[in-house]
């Protein structure tokens, strides 16, 4: 352990937004944390009980970088950290295996429009945030033709719908949004949005080019082999059980230690079981559902032909995306808050109920239709709803992202804003409001339960 930069336990915070009163605690593994609930489509589709999954750190090791955590983030922060700094050792940690969180979980959307902010009248302004938002997106179609990437990309834009008056007048708001920016976009009634898209319960569709869909596990475990190529130390099935922050970060993990100057945590939902950002997030917990592949008939009888990325314009909003085999992926239609900042890799049945309400609902044509999967996952708000990424620690030698709670695309771009940080550069995406943006306390844990109930209440009640 290191002797002087090790922080001292006196239940003081030693730096923002990490507690050392974690560094007393026993027991350091939250129990079936790293379950493979095998019932994730995605899973299946790259055949993860199957696959290789790389073996656990052993021993005592050091390198120069150490990344905790083998999601989106984590893979984007190596591979840019490595193209910054080739000789240095890069070594990654994950727990599971690369893509076994939100990354491999999610509904399957790309959407290039998510770090746009808020309306500018610079022009200046407008062209570094459309250039810094697209990016996430342009960095995966380059792992696609550059690396060859399978992922079932499918660049078609998205559709947003309304189910009644008041979703029309967001859906006409997002509409001069995105035209502040110069984005054109398309709203759709009566025939036209039946051209798209057919549902007896959505009364408008605004058309957005700006977006794809993808397999988010293919993605996932496609830049696992793209970072491993290019040089970088990918230890999967290594729970990390202690950091302690230094001039010397010391990793503990349950098989082994490493420590590196530089430390990357890329954990999002499970920072805060390793003391970090701790009442300053909300872990929440969302569920997908995956049909059986649709026949030419049901297809047809719901005009999905265009294949965008559909969501609706509730507070609680459903999502949906269509498969490369025509199944249909549904996620969202409300969210769960587990006591005590609880993780959910599994399933919840009475989500699982609303999701699958929500699909017969919007498609009563479809009636019959099998579901054939079911799982969960977790990400992670903030009281902003706005993510964050920077550096933080008493040496400035901690990088983050946190926050990721919607936005595939976004969290590339993360792994692009850690390793300039870490260069020192200073550009549109160092410069950009997401950079050590404040994160808001979010309250006791014992108060956000009950925070958390009501406004799902609230949010339901108001559509």
């Not at 000789?87 to 999610?106: D, F, M, P, T």
């Not at 459309?130 to 033709?145: A, D, Q």
């Not at 006591?339 to 989500?351: E, I, P, Q, T, Y």
């Not at 160092?430 to 339960?449: E, F, M």
Request: hydrophobic letters at 40%; charged letters at 25%; a neutral charge.
């Amino acid at each position: 352990m290191p002797g002087n930069d090790a922080p001292a336990l006196d239940g003081q915070k030693i730096m923002k937004y990490f507690s050392p009163a974690h560094l007393r605690s026993r027991n350091l593994r939250p129990p079936d944390l790293y379950e493979y609930y095998s019932d994730n489509f995605w899973f299946k589709t790259v055949d993860l009980e199957n696959q290789k999954i790389n073996e656990t750190l052993r021993g005592s090791h050091n390198a120069d970088v150490v990344i905790v955590g083998g999601g989106y983030t984590g893979l984007s922060a190596a591979f840019h950290i490595r193209q910054k700094f080739p000789q240095k050792r890069i070594v990654l940690l994950e727990g599971a295996c690369c893509g076994y969180g939100a990354s491999g979980r999610n509904g399957g959307f790309c959407i290039a429009t998510d770090l746009l902010g808020e309306v500018s009248t610079d022009p200046e302004e407008i062209r570094n945030r459309l250039e810094v938002s697209f990016y996430g997106m342009n960095f995966i179609k380059r792992m696609i033709s550059e690396y060859g990437l399978e992922c079932d990309f499918q660049e078609n834009g998205m559709l947003e719908v309304a189910l009644n008056k008041k979703h029309v007048r967001r859906l006409e708001e997002l509409r001069d949004y995105f035209a502040s920016f110069g984005l054109d976009t398309t709203l759709l009634q009566g025939k036209e949005l039946e051209s798209e898209i057919k549902s007896p319960r959505f009364v408008a569709g605004l058309r957005e080019p700006y977006g794809a869909i993808l397999n988010p596990a293919k993605l996932a475990r496609g830049m696992k082999r793209v970072v491993e190529a290019i040089g970088v130390d990918v230890f999967e099935r290594t729970v990390v059980t202690r950091i302690t922050p230094g001039r010397i970060n010391h990793v503990d993990t349950e098989l082994g230690e490493i420590r590196a100057p530089i430390l990357v945590l890329a954990l999002n939902a499970y920072a805060n079981k390793l003391g970090f950002f701790k009442n300053h997030v909300f872990p929440i917990s969302v569920f997908q559902i995956a049909t059986e592949p649709l026949s030419e008939t049901q297809l047809e009888s719901i005009g999905w032909r265009n294949r965008r990325g559909l969501s609706d314009m509730r507070t609680l909003f459903s999502y949906l995306v269509l498969t490369v085999d025509n199944r249909i992926v549904m996620g969202g239609s409300g969210f769960a808050y587990y006591d005590n900042d609880a993780l959910c890799s599994g399933n919840d049945k009475a989500f699982t109920r609303r999701v699958i309400k929500d699909l017969f609902s919007f498609f009563p044509q479809l009636e019959g239709l099998r579901i054939e999967h079911a799982w969960g996952g977790t990400t992670t708000y903030t009281l902003s709803k706005t993510p964050a990424v920077g550096v933080l620690g008493d040496h400035q030698n901690i990088y983050y992202g946190v926050g990721l709670s919607e936005g595939v695309p976004t969290t590339q771009t993360f792994g692009r804003i850690i390793a300039d940080l870490m260069a020192g550069e200073s550009n549109i995406f160092t410069d950009h409001y997401v950079v050590n943006n404040r994160i808001p306390y979010a309250g006791p844990t014992k108060l956000r339960g009950m925070f958390g109930r009501a406004a799902y209440w609230y949010w339901d009640k108001m559509g």
